[in-house]
């Protein structure tokens, strides 16, 4: 194991793959995510959902219409059926690709040849009550990754617009670390984010920017902030003034060399 400081780079904000190098390649495709790591990102972000036979998949809408060469409801279809769609031919920059898993995401996380965090994010697990938590809390220990020294050593992260989502993730797993998403300051500047035992704060930068002293707050309650979908320059230099640990970007190099700038 690493230590977090290899990390992320002091100083300055880590850097993470939204949905993989997304803007030039397909989300949640294996070929984002290796194009990502090879530009240098820090950290992969992922949506995850469960299929009707409960399995983990990286999706991030409800239904696979609008990134694949199908239709339907993700949790209404088992995995040998989203095997059967095309998830890459509708992007652009993409050609045929497969529906990823979480279990090949975090394979190819863990082999990378120099450490980075998967922040994972929990899509609707009201739906499914808390499986989606039990589904990843069991990945994450069969990976050797649940347990972490400290939240600086995490090779996961768990994320999630779901108060009560943080919550179960912090009861099973006190040392894994935990960002409560949120798009409203009464929400992640009040006391969800300590009534769910969150490590950290989300904001969107559009947030961030209405409210700054987000991160000051955050920080004297011993929170790191993790701000997306940091796409712009100015938005990156925000950041980096703000003290921001983690940017979320769809642009990883982009934002790597801006950073190198700044
Ligand atoms: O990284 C957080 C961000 O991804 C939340 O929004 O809709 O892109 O999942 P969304
Ligand atoms: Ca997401």
């Known amino acids: 194991m690493t230590n977090g400081e290899q990390i992320s780079r002091s100083g300055k904000p880590a850097v993470v793959a939204h949905r993989g190098a997304s803007e030039d390649l397909p989300e949640h495709t294996i070929g984002a995510y290796e194009r990502a790591l090879a530009e240098g990102a820090d950290g992969l972000e992922c949506d995850v959902r469960l299929t009707s036979d409960h399995e983990l998949v990286c999706i991030h809408d409800r239904t696979?219409?609008?990134?694949?060469?199908?239709?339907?409801?993700?949790?209404?279809?088992?995995?040998?059926?989203?095997?059967?769609?095309?998830?890459?031919?509708?992007?652009?920059?993409g050609k045929q690709a497969s529906v990823l898993t979480l279990?090949?995401?975090?394979?190819?996380?863990?082999?990378w040849r120099r450490p980075v965090r998967l922040f994972v994010e929990t899509k609707h697990p009201v739906r499914y009550g808390s499986l989606v938590e039990q589904?990843?809390?069991?990945?994450?220990?069969?990976?050797?990754?649940?347990?972490?020294?400290?939240a600086d050593h995490s090779r996961a992260v768990v994320i999630s617009f779901s108060s009560a989502g943080v919550w179960r993730i912090r009861r099973h797993a006190p040392m894994l670390p935990t960002i409560l998403l949120g798009e409203t300051a009464r929400v992640l500047g009040g006391s969800a984010a300590t009534a769910a035992g969150a490590t950290g704060i989300g904001p969107s930068v559009e947030t961030l920017r209405q409210y700054p002293d987000l991160v000051d707050r955050a920080a004297a309650s011993g929170r790191v902030t993790y701000c997306w979908t940091v796409d712009e320059l100015s938005d990156v230099q925000f950041c980096a003034d703000r003290g921001v640990r983690w940017v979320a970007t769809n642009r990883p190099a982009k934002v790597r060399d801006w950073l190198v700038t700044i």
Request: glycine share 10%.
């Open 64 to 93: 696979v219409d609008r990134t694949s060469d199908g239709t339907g409801v993700v949790s209404e279809m088992s995995l040998a059926q989203l095997r059967e769609l095309d998830f890459g031919s509708w992007h652009p920059g």
């Open 103 to 111: 279990r090949e995401l975090l394979t190819l996380t863990l082999d």
């Open 135 to 150: 589904k990843l809390l069991a990945m994450l220990h069969e990976f050797g990754v649940a347990s972490p020294p400290s």
